[in-house]
């Protein structure tokens, strides 16, 4: 009766590390971005699953390095800001980036840098109909 009750508990314990590596250990996060098309975020799992993100570039507002208290600690994260259709100049959402690798100040820095340069590029290129 003692090994029935250990075998289900190995078993339970085998599902649930399956189940954490498929859904929830983030092994690496990307971002992609195409001034004529939009950005794509891709999150791969530690089980090889990949989850992609595609926002068009009309939706996208601006690109911003947001800082959050936690705990003690000052925490840096890059966000896009996607613009509000009823309104040009307000935001409808905010969405975060690499919240699982939470990459340094100076990594975040240099991504915004290329980010903003390509978001410049998009401004001053004129849009053909």
């Known amino acids: 009766q003692n ?11 085998l599902i649930g590390l399956i189940i954490y590596l498929h859904f929830v250990k983030i092994d690496q996060e990307s ?5 004529s098309l939009g950005i794509q975020v891709t999150t791969s799992y530690a089980s090889g699953k ?12 601006d690109v911003v390095i947001n ?3 936690h705990m003690q ?4 994260y890059l966000c896009i800001l996607l613009q ?14 690499f919240q699982s690798s939470k990459p340094r100040l100076d990594c975040l820095i240099e991504v915004y840098k290329s980010c903003q340069e390509i978001l410049e590029q998009r401004e001053t290129t004129p849009q053909s109909s």
Do not use: C, H, N, W
């Open 3 to 13: 090994s029935v009750v250990l075998s289900a508990a190995i078993f339970i314990t």
């Open 50 to 61: 990949e989850s992609t993100t595609f926002i068009e570039m009309g939706r996208v507002k």
């Open 73 to 76: 600690k000052v925490i840096y």
């Open 67 to 69: 800082e959050a208290i």
């Open 31 to 35: 971002l992609l971005v195409i001034g």
């Open 84 to 97: 509000d259709p009823g309104d040009p100049q307000g935001v409808s959402e905010v969405v975060p980036l």
